[in-house]
């Protein structure tokens, strides 16, 4: 399996991925292509190592001495595992009773992802115990296979390795354990904070997004889990990939808003075009501002609405998703930004109207960079997309430094999953909503080239002001022309509202900017927009 992706391959593979990562508690995952297993043909199953002393500087040392040989992948599994097809997938369970952990005190349960379809390549899984670390095995005895599968895959078999785990947790109450958080496919991972559905995801690094080089995936391809009884659990990964090695570490600890402390420290074989640190990926098909195209009955359709920025000055930067007529790339100079992230701003159920997906649910993820990231730029990709499997939204941080081979970088944040919810005694006034139609009038004939623009603001101090206060709009555009605006509180509500109308070339890509200002300051968020003016 090629390690690089062009754009229409990586918004598939990222899809795959998603679906993967958000099955249930009960399923594990699905693959495509079967053909009859053979035991005989099995994959061969290395013999459990010893033992072992284990620390994070020991593994880092390990990474950065793989750094300096050639990138090697593991041969294609062989007999059943490399039969299974996306069908197939489908009907493989971990066994809820085989669940590590759970004959002891742990507040965490350990459960395997089953290699296979897309997950060709084993991952390998430790346990940590005073300094010692004990490889995981894992058999087809640990899973229920349904149908006619049961039939074709050997009893009693060792696996070389899994695909990936998921942690369980008593995370919404006491009496149950709820997926918490799931590692598989590449370097993606999820988590959740409590109340939260399955959204966006997160990866262990970006390397070339959308650049003419091809993006690589590396992979997590072990897994150390330090077993104790704390509310955090601490685990460990090597990262593996032809560009670069790396060993992270996760802190992990559940709540209303699931943190994990990330430390990576990366070790480069190759030159990169781009370093994409903390990187989340998610989706974004419509909204009140682009759902023209899109005959269907939700109000709205996203993981995440947008971007958020909290810069070190104290000013916040909120830039809502696009699901674009052509891939874009949009870029936020920083030094040493306090937070990113992408948000899930809307809660309402009436918003998304979808009793399945819940969209209203979809986690928000922030990311707290810890030290000093110094100079560089956050920057957003957007994909354009007509489903929702696709996830089609990428954020991350790029370092201004160039990466070359054999240089090595470490990097400390952290990762807030959750709501999210907006502080109510912030002094900012926030983006609440923001909708586009057609430039110009309502009721007359619309005009080519033009774009209206209605951004609400609410809360903060702009929110206890009249609506004869003194405050005005400031707004910036670049690459077209601003043609009017206008700025009004909405009568009983704290809501101000600033129409923008625009016009702008033919396919122009119009960058816009927009704040509201009164008694010699700033009352609201940075809001930030891009517009591709496609016929």
Request: proline share 6%.
């Amino acid at each position: 399996m090629s390690t690089y992706r062009t754009m229409n391959d990586l918004v598939s593979r990222r899809a795959l991925l998603s679906f993967a990562a958000a099955l249930a508690p009960a399923a594990v995952l699905g693959l495509p292509r079967f053909a009859q297993a053979q035991e005989a043909g099995a994959t061969p199953t290395p013999a459990p190592a010893a033992p072992q002393q284990f620390s994070f500087d020991g593994l880092s040392e390990e990474m950065k001495q793989l750094a300096t040989k050639p990138h090697t992948t593991a041969p294609a599994p062989e007999g059943f595992l490399g039969d299974l097809s996306y069908d197939d997938y489908r009907l493989i369970r971990f066994r809820d009773d085989h669940a590590r952990w759970a004959d002891t005190d742990s507040h965490f349960r350990l459960a395997a992802f089953h290699m296979g379809w897309l997950f060709p390549e084993p991952v390998r899984i430790f346990e940590v115990a005073g300094g010692m670390a004990t490889e995981m095995q894992f058999s087809t005895d640990d899973f229920e296979y349904l149908n006619d599968l049961a039939k074709r895959v050997p009893e009693h078999a060792k696996l070389p390795g899994v695909a990936g785990f998921r942690l369980n947790n008593p995370l919404n109450r006491p009496d149950k354990w709820d997926e918490l958080a799931a590692f598989v496919g590449a370097s993606y991972f999820r988590a959740l904070g409590r109340g939260s559905a399955y959204g966006l995801s997160a990866r262990g690094l970006a390397l070339n997004t959308a650049t003419d080089k091809g993006e690589e995936f590396p992979r997590f391809s072990r897994f150390y889990m330090e077993r104790n009884d704390s509310e955090t659990i601490v685990v460990y990964a090597t990262l593996e990939g032809p560009s670069v090695t790396g060993a992270y570490r996760f802190a992990i600890t559940p709540g209303a808003e699931t943190v994990m402390d990330v430390t990576c420290r990366l070790f480069f074989r190759q030159d990169v075009a781009e370093l994409g640190i903390a990187p989340l990926t998610s989706m974004f098909l419509f909204s009140e501002k682009n759902r023209a195209k899109f005959d269907d009955y939700r109000p709205n359709v996203h993981d995440s609405d947008g971007l958020r920025i909290e810069r070190s000055d104290g000013d916040v930067i909120w830039r809502p998703l696009n699901n674009p007529p052509q891939l874009t790339g949009s870029y936020f100079a920083e030094t040493a930004p306090h937070r990113f992230g992408l948000h899930q701003r809307d809660r309402a159920f009436d918003s998304y109207q979808d009793t399945g997906a819940h969209y209203e649910r979809r986690p928000s993820l922030d990311v707290e960079p810890l030290g000093d990231w110094g100079t560089g730029h956050v920057r957003l990709v957007e994909i354009p997309s007509d489903l929702e499997a696709n996830d089609n939204i990428v954020a991350y941080w790029v370092p201004e430094a160039p990466v070359k081979a054999g240089d090595a970088r470490e990097f400390a944040y952290r990762l807030h999953w959750g709501d999210l919810p907006v502080d109510p005694t912030l002094e900012l006034a926030i983006v609440h909503e923001t909708r586009a139609g057609h430039g110009g009038v309502s009721g007359v004939e619309a005009q080519t080239g033009t774009r209206k623009f209605v951004v609400d603001f609410k809360g903060g101090w702009l929110a206890a002001l009249e609506a004869e206060a003194t405050v005005e709009p400031v707004v910036t555009i670049a690459n077209g022309e601003l043609t009017g605006t206008t700025l009004e509180k909405v009568a009983n509500t704290d809501i101000w509202r600033l129409v923008i109308d625009i016009s702008a070339a033919d396919a122009a890509v119009v960058e816009l900017g927009a704040h509201i200002a009164g008694y010699g300051r700033k009352l609201t968020e940075t809001w930030l927009y891009q517009w591709i003016n496609a016929k």
